[in-house]
C-alpha cells in the first residue's frame, strides 16, 4: 500500500483557501462519565492508527498538488486549550492534520476538513472512545452505529474519493445571489467564542413538524428569521441564506470516510419584505427539497469534479492552483452564504457505550469572512446546537437562543467565555 | 439558573449569561459553582510570517543581480541596470524593509522611505547628466516625505483632532501645488502659476471644510456618524 494519498475533490480548496491566521476545521467531541485518562487515551489513538489511514496524515505540498501523506508514528493527545479550534498552522499540518484533546470527562478530536467531513470525524472520534472504553473497562462494542472494529483492515471504499464515482456528466451552474454578511468587532488573538444551546429533541422535533418542517430546515429558517432582523437596518440587495451542508453518502450511498458532502444554500430576499417563520419554513423546505435531490447533486458535484479532471489544470503549477482556488473560494463559495448550519443529525453509539457517554458535541469553525458558523447534533434526545464566533458582539446568538425560548422550546446555554465578555452597558442599549 | 433578562437556563460552569452578560445571581440561591466547559488561559498560536520577507529579499535580490550581470556582459559598463538596481533598492525599502521588524516605528520608516527616492532621484539625475535635482526633485521629495512624517506622526500620537489633522493636510497640500509649479519654474523656466492655482484652491476649500467640521461640533458629530461608523 501507498503511503500517500491524494486529496478528494472536496478537500482540494482546503489547504489553498487557508490563509495565515485562519484554516478550515471542525471538531467533534464526546463527554464521558467520568475523567479522561490521558494515557489509556494515548494508547487508543495509537492503535487506531492502521485503521484510520486517511486520517492519520500530514500535509505536503507536490508541484501540482496537495497531498497526504502516511503518519510514521500517531500525534500526542493533548489537554484542551481555552477555545475550540486554534489555527492550525501550516508547521502543524505538515507534521499532521489533526488533534486528540482532552478535558475533563470530554475526549475531542479537531480536524482540518481537508481529511474528512463531520460524518466521517464522527465515526473516527465513536471508534476513538470506544476503543478508549475498551482498554479502560476491559470490553469491546460492537461495530455498529458508525463504531468501526479497530482491529480490522481498513476497507477500500473506506478511502475512496466518492465524488469521482457520484459525478454526474451534465455540471450544473453555479449562478446565485450574494448574501449578507453579518458585520462585528472581529478578535484578532484567534479566539473563538462558543456557545452552546442544548435542547429538547422531542420539543424540537414537535415545532418543527408544526411548521412541516425538516429539524434542520426549522433551524435554518428560525437563524434566517435572526439574520433578517439583525440585519434590517441594513440598506442591503443581498439576500439573507444559510448554506446547508448535505452529506451524500446519504443520497449516494458509500461508506467513505473522506469528505462526501456538498453544501446547498438556502435563503430569502429581504427586499422583497418582512417574512413570517411560516413563510420562511415554507421557502426554506421547498428550497432543500428541490436541491437535495440525487440528480441536482451529480450535477453540481460534476460542476467540482470537471475542472479539476482538465489537463491544462493538471499541469498548472500549485501556487497558480492555490490563487484560482481562492478566488473561485471567495467568489463562489463564502460570498453565497451568511453562515453555515451544519446538522449532523441523530448520533447513535451501541448499547455498551451509551451508560458511559453522556454528550456528543459537534462544532465547525468560523469561515474565512464571515465570523459565524452553527453546528448540531443530536445524541440521547438532546440537540446540542453549537453557535461559534470570533467577533465580540452575541446579538446573534442571544437572538437566536430567545426567539427559540419564545416558541417554548427550553435552551440550558453553556459557553467557554462564561459570559465575561460582554458588558452590562451593552443590556441597557437592547433593552 | 436562569438568566433574568434572556430566560435561558445556564451550565453550571456560567458565571454570567453568554448571550447577554447579566451576572448569573440570585440572593435565595447557592452561586454558580460548576467549572467552565473549557479550560481557562487562552495561548494565542503565534503564526511565523518570516518567509514573506525572505521571499522578497531573494526576489529583490534576484532581479538585481540578473540586471546588473545582463547589462555588464552586453555594454561592459553598468548603464541601465544602475537604475533598475536603484530603483529596486528603492522598492525594497518601502516595501519589505518594514516586513523585517516586529514594531517598527512608521515615522522611521516614512523618513527612510524620503531618503531613498531622494537616492534615487539623485541618482538619476546624475546618471542622465540633469541639472533639476537640487532646484526640483529634492526640494519636492522632501517636501512630500515631511508632510508625510509630520501628518503620521500627529495621527499616532494625537489621537483626538481628526477633523483639524484632515484640514492641516488639506491645507499643505493645497501649498505644495504651489511650490511645485514654483520649482517646476524656477528650474525649466517656465510661466509660474499656471495651473496650480485649481488644485490649491480645491483643496484649501476642502481643508476649510474641514476645518468648520472641527470647529461646529454638531456639523463634526454628523460627519462622524455618516461617515466615520
Same mark, same amino acid.
Given at each position: 500500500?501507498?503511503?500517500?494519498?491524494?486529496?478528494?475533490?472536496?478537500?482540494?480548496?482546503?489547504?489553498?483557501?487557508?490563509?495565515?491566521?485562519?484554516?478550515?476545521?471542525?471538531?467533534?467531541?464526546?463527554?464521558?462519565?467520568?475523567?479522561?485518562?490521558?494515557?489509556?487515551?494515548?494508547?487508543?489513538?495509537?492503535?487506531?492508527?492502521?485503521?484510520?489511514?486517511?486520517? @492519520?496524515?500530514?500535509?505536503?505540498?507536490?508541484?501540482?498538488?496537495?497531498?497526504?501523506?502516511?503518519?510514521?508514528?500517531?500525534?500526542?493527545?493533548?489537554?484542551?486549550?481555552?477555545?475550540?479550534?486554534?489555527?492550525?498552522?501550516?508547521?502543524?499540518?505538515?507534521?499532521?492534520?489533526?488533534?486528540?484533546?482532552?478535558?475533563?470527562?470530554?475526549?475531542?478530536?479537531?480536524?482540518?476538513?481537508?481529511?474528512?467531513?463531520?460524518?466521517?470525524?464522527?465515526?473516527?472520534?465513536?471508534?476513538?472512545?470506544?476503543?478508549?472504553?475498551?482498554?479502560?473497562?476491559?470490553?469491546?462494542?460492537?461495530?455498529?452505529?458508525?463504531?468501526?472494529?479497530?482491529?480490522?483492515?481498513?476497507?477500500?471504499?473506506?478511502?475512496?474519493?466518492?465524488?469521482?464515482?457520484?459525478?454526474?456528466?451534465?455540471?450544473?451552474?453555479?449562478?446565485?445571489?450574494?448574501?449578507?454578511?453579518?458585520?462585528?468587532?472581529?478578535?484578532?488573538?484567534?479566539?473563538?467564542?462558543?456557545?452552546?444551546?442544548?435542547?429538547?429533541?422531542?420539543?424540537?422535533?414537535?415545532?418543527?413538524?408544526?411548521?412541516?418542517?425538516?429539524?434542520?430546515?426549522?433551524?435554518?429558517?428560525?437563524?434566517?428569521?435572526?439574520?433578517?432582523?439583525?440585519?434590517?437596518?441594513?440598506?442591503?440587495?443581498?439576500?439573507?441564506?444559510?448554506?446547508?451542508?448535505?452529506?451524500?453518502?446519504?443520497?449516494?450511498?458509500?461508506?467513505?470516510?473522506?469528505?462526501?458532502?456538498?453544501?446547498?444554500?438556502?435563503?430569502?430576499?429581504?427586499?422583497?419584505?418582512?417574512?413570517?417563520?411560516?413563510?420562511?419554513?415554507?421557502?426554506?423546505?421547498?428550497?432543500?427539497?428541490?436541491?437535495?435531490?440525487?440528480?441536482? *447533486?451529480?450535477?453540481?458535484?460534476?460542476?467540482?469534479?470537471?475542472?479539476?479532471?482538465?489537463?491544462?489544470?493538471?499541469? *498548472?503549477?500549485?501556487?497558480?492552483?492555490?490563487?484560482?482556488?481562492?478566488?473561485? @473560494?471567495?467568489?463562489?463559495?463564502?460570498?453565497?452564504?451568511?453562515?453555515?448550519?451544519?446538522?449532523?443529525?441523530?448520533?447513535?453509539?451501541?448499547?455498551? *457505550?451509551?451508560?458511559?457517554?453522556?454528550?456528543?458535541?459537534?462544532?465547525?469553525?468560523?469561515?474565512?469572512?464571515?465570523?459565524?458558523?452553527?453546528?448540531?447534533?443530536?445524541?440521547?434526545?438532546?440537540?446540542?446546537?453549537?453557535?461559534?464566533?470570533?467577533?465580540?458582539?452575541?446579538?446573534?446568538?442571544?437572538?437566536?437562543?430567545?426567539?427559540?425560548?419564545? *416558541?417554548?422550546?427550553?435552551?440550558?446555554?453553556?459557553?467557554?467565555?462564561?459570559?465575561?465578555?460582554?458588558?452590562?452597558?451593552?443590556?441597557?442599549?437592547?433593552? | 439558573?436562569?438568566?433574568?433578562?434572556?430566560?435561558?437556563?445556564?451550565?453550571?460552569?456560567?458565571?454570567?449569561?453568554?448571550?447577554?452578560?447579566?451576572?448569573?445571581?440570585?440572593?435565595?440561591?447557592?452561586?454558580?459553582?460548576?467549572?467552565?466547559?473549557?479550560?481557562?488561559?487562552?495561548?494565542?498560536?503565534?503564526?511565523?510570517?518570516?518567509?514573506?520577507?525572505?521571499?522578497?529579499?531573494?526576489?529583490?535580490?534576484?532581479?538585481?543581480?540578473?540586471?546588473?550581470?545582463?547589462?555588464?556582459?552586453?555594454?561592459?559598463?553598468?548603464?541601465?541596470?544602475?537604475?533598475?538596481?536603484?530603483?529596486?533598492?528603492?522598492?525594497?525599502?518601502?516595501?519589505?524593509?518594514?516586513?523585517?521588524?516586529?514594531?517598527?516605528?512608521?515615522?522611521?520608516?516614512?523618513?527612510?522611505?524620503?531618503?531613498?527616492?531622494?537616492?534615487?532621484?539623485?541618482?538619476?539625475?546624475?546618471?542622465?547628466?540633469?541639472?533639476?535635482?537640487?532646484?526640483?526633485?529634492?526640494?519636492?521629495?522632501?517636501?512630500?516625505?515631511?508632510?508625510?512624517?509630520?501628518?503620521?506622526?500627529?495621527?499616532?500620537?494625537?489621537?483626538?483632532?481628526?477633523?483639524?489633522?484632515?484640514?492641516?493636510?488639506?491645507?499643505?497640500?493645497?501649498?505644495?501645488?504651489?511650490?511645485?509649479?514654483?520649482?517646476?519654474?524656477?528650474?525649466?523656466?517656465?510661466?509660474?502659476?499656471?495651473?496650480?492655482?485649481?488644485?490649491?484652491?480645491?483643496?484649501?476649500?476642502?481643508?476649510?471644510?474641514?476645518?468648520?467640521?472641527?470647529?461646529?461640533?454638531?456639523?463634526?458629530?454628523?460627519?462622524?456618524?455618516?461617515?466615520?461608523?
Amino acid at each position: 500500500m501507498q503511503d500517500w494519498l491524494r486529496l478528494d475533490n472536496a478537500a482540494l480548496i482546503f489547504p489553498a483557501v487557508r490563509k495565515t491566521g485562519w484554516s478550515n476545521a471542525f471538531r467533534v467531541s464526546a463527554t464521558l462519565a467520568e475523567k479522561i485518562d490521558p494515557v489509556c487515551l494515548q494508547q487508543a489513538v495509537d492503535s487506531l492508527r492502521e485503521r484510520f489511514p486517511s486520517v @492519520y496524515v500530514c500535509l505536503h505540498r507536490g508541484f501540482f498538488w496537495y497531498y497526504l501523506q502516511k503518519l510514521k508514528t500517531s500525534p500526542k493527545v493533548r489537554e484542551d486549550a481555552a477555545c475550540p479550534l486554534i489555527h492550525m498552522t501550516k508547521p502543524e499540518l505538515r507534521e499532521c492534520c489533526f488533534r486528540v484533546l482532552y478535558y475533563k470527562n470530554r475526549i475531542a478530536v479537531e480536524f482540518f476538513h481537508a481529511l474528512t467531513d463531520g460524518n466521517g470525524g464522527m465515526v473516527y472520534l465513536k471508534t476513538l472512545t470506544a476503543a478508549y472504553l475498551s482498554l479502560r473497562y476491559g470490553f469491546k462494542p460492537q461495530a455498529q452505529y458508525g463504531v468501526l472494529d479497530w482491529m480490522a483492515a481498513p476497507e477500500e471504499s473506506e478511502l475512496e474519493d466518492s465524488f469521482l464515482k457520484a459525478a454526474g456528466r451534465i455540471a450544473l451552474d453555479r449562478k446565485e445571489e450574494n448574501s449578507i454578511h453579518l458585520k462585528g468587532t472581529r478578535r484578532k488573538d484567534g479566539f473563538h467564542y462558543l456557545t452552546v444551546g442544548t435542547v429538547s429533541e422531542e420539543k424540537l422535533k414537535a415545532r418543527a413538524q408544526e411548521y412541516n418542517t425538516s429539524v434542520t430546515a426549522f433551524l435554518a429558517a428560525v437563524m434566517l428569521q435572526t439574520i433578517l432582523d439583525l440585519a434590517k437596518h441594513k440598506k442591503t440587495r443581498k439576500w439573507a441564506k444559510i448554506t446547508i451542508p448535505v452529506d451524500l453518502r446519504r443520497l449516494f450511498g458509500g461508506n467513505t470516510l473522506r469528505n462526501f458532502v456538498l453544501t446547498v444554500n438556502v435563503g430569502v430576499d429581504p427586499k422583497l419584505g418582512e417574512y413570517s417563520l411560516e413563510e420562511l419554513c415554507k421557502a426554506v423546505q421547498s428550497q432543500m427539497n428541490s436541491q437535495i435531490t440525487e440528480k441536482q *447533486m451529480a450535477a453540481r458535484i460534476a460542476a467540482n469534479v470537471k475542472p479539476a479532471r482538465m489537463m491544462l489544470v493538471r499541469i *498548472m503549477p500549485l501556487f497558480i492552483k492555490n490563487i484560482a482556488l481562492k478566488l473561485v @473560494y471567495h467568489f463562489v463559495g463564502e460570498s453565497k452564504g451568511t453562515l453555515n448550519i451544519s446538522n449532523l443529525g441523530r448520533s447513535e453509539l451501541p448499547p455498551e *457505550m451509551v451508560p458511559y457517554v453522556e454528550n456528543l458535541d459537534f462544532i465547525i469553525g468560523t469561515q474565512a469572512t464571515y465570523f459565524h458558523n452553527c453546528s448540531v447534533v443530536t445524541y440521547k434526545g438532546k440537540v446540542r446546537i453549537n453557535l461559534i464566533r470570533n467577533v465580540e458582539e452575541s446579538e446573534l446568538e442571544r437572538n437566536f437562543f430567545t426567539r427559540l425560548l419564545k *416558541m417554548g422550546i427550553p435552551v440550558k446555554v453553556e459557553s467557554n467565555f462564561g459570559g465575561g465578555s460582554l458588558c452590562i452597558a451593552q443590556i441597557a442599549e437592547w433593552n | 439558573m436562569y438568566c433574568a433578562n434572556c430566560g435561558v437556563e445556564l451550565g453550571e460552569g456560567e458565571k454570567s449569561c453568554p448571550l447577554c452578560g447579566l451576572v448569573a445571581y440570585h440572593p435565595d440561591m447557592p452561586k454558580q459553582s460548576g467549572e467552565g466547559l473549557y479550560p481557562d488561559g487562552f495561548a494565542p498560536i503565534k503564526v511565523k510570517r518570516g518567509y514573506v520577507k525572505l521571499f522578497f529579499s531573494f526576489f529583490f535580490g534576484i532581479a538585481a543581480g540578473t540586471c546588473l550581470l545582463i547589462d555588464y556582459l552586453i555594454s561592459h559598463r553598468i548603464g541601465w541596470s544602475g537604475i533598475v538596481l536603484m530603483s529596486l533598492l528603492t522598492g525594497y525599502v518601502l516595501l519589505v524593509l518594514p516586513l523585517w521588524f516586529k514594531k517598527g516605528n512608521w515615522i522611521v520608516f516614512l523618513s527612510l522611505d524620503t531618503l531613498a527616492v531622494e537616492l534615487l532621484l539623485l541618482y538619476l539625475n546624475l546618471h542622465l547628466g540633469g541639472h533639476w535635482f537640487l532646484s526640483y526633485a529634492f526640494p519636492i521629495a522632501a517636501m512630500y516625505g515631511i508632510i508625510l512624517v509630520t501628518v503620521t506622526a500627529l495621527a499616532i500620537y494625537v489621537r483626538r483632532g481628526v477633523f483639524y489633522l484632515m484640514a492641516g493636510s488639506s491645507f499643505a497640500l493645497a501649498g505644495s501645488m504651489m511650490l511645485v509649479e514654483f520649482f517646476g519654474a524656477i528650474t525649466f523656466e517656465r510661466r509660474m502659476f499656471v495651473w496650480s492655482l485649481y488644485p490649491t484652491a480645491a483643496l484649501g476649500a476642502l481643508g476649510i471644510f474641514w476645518l468648520l467640521a472641527g470647529i461646529i461640533k454638531p456639523f463634526g458629530n454628523m460627519l462622524r456618524k455618516r461617515m466615520f461608523v
